[in-house]
């Protein structure tokens, strides 16, 4: 699957579910007949929503971790604690579960947000803050994460 765009909006309704934007809906077309896996963020207050093959890929790296290793053992509990399969319905909407809904504080506006080949959704007003508090620290944090590598001429935009 190649990498995911955008940052959409849409609204949960009475139930928890959400309705996918005709724009991301058109990207997972080739991967939403095997189903998503969504699951709490390690580092944030949301979601994230990934393709089943993406899903597989992950799996197959903590799947090579020693389980007798108690810290492995810890990360891979926490890592898949709340874990959920989801399918989109006939309706194109995803049906987040409460227990998950609660981790996120998700209350009614919700943020999509495109993350290479997963989806972090988002409480509306927390993407917000999260985005607006790391601004300041950007420019710094895109030297740190990116400027050490040695990239060839052509592969430079």
């Not at 890592?79 to 504080?105: C, M, N, W």
């Not at 290479?116 to 927390?126: A, F, G, R």
């Not at 999260?130 to 895109?142: M, Q, S």
Request: aromatic residues 8%; charged residues 30%.
């Amino acid at each position: 699957m190649e990498s995911l765009i955008g940052t959409y909006e849409c609204k949960t309704d009475t139930k928890g579910r959400i309705m996918l934007s005709s724009g991301l809906k058109k990207q997972l077309e080739g991967v939403v007949h095997e189903g998503f896996v969504l699951k709490r963020s390690v580092f944030q207050s949301c979601l994230e929503l990934y393709p089943m093959s993406e899903w597989n890929k992950i799996m197959s790296k903590v799947a090579k971790l020693n389980r007798f290793v108690k810290k492995n053992n810890d990360f891979i509990r926490l890592f898949t604690a709340g874990v959920k399969h989801i399918e989109l319905d006939a309706s194109s909407r995803l049906l987040l579960p409460k227990d998950l809904l609660g981790y996120s504080k998700i209350k009614k506006e919700v943020v999509l947000s495109t993350a290479v080949s997963m989806i972090e959704i988002w409480d509306k007003e927390l993407y917000e803050h999260a985005i607006n508090g790391a601004v300041d620290d950007f420019a710094e944090l895109a030297e740190q994460v990116m400027g050490g590598l040695n990239l060839e001429e052509d592969e430079l935009s």
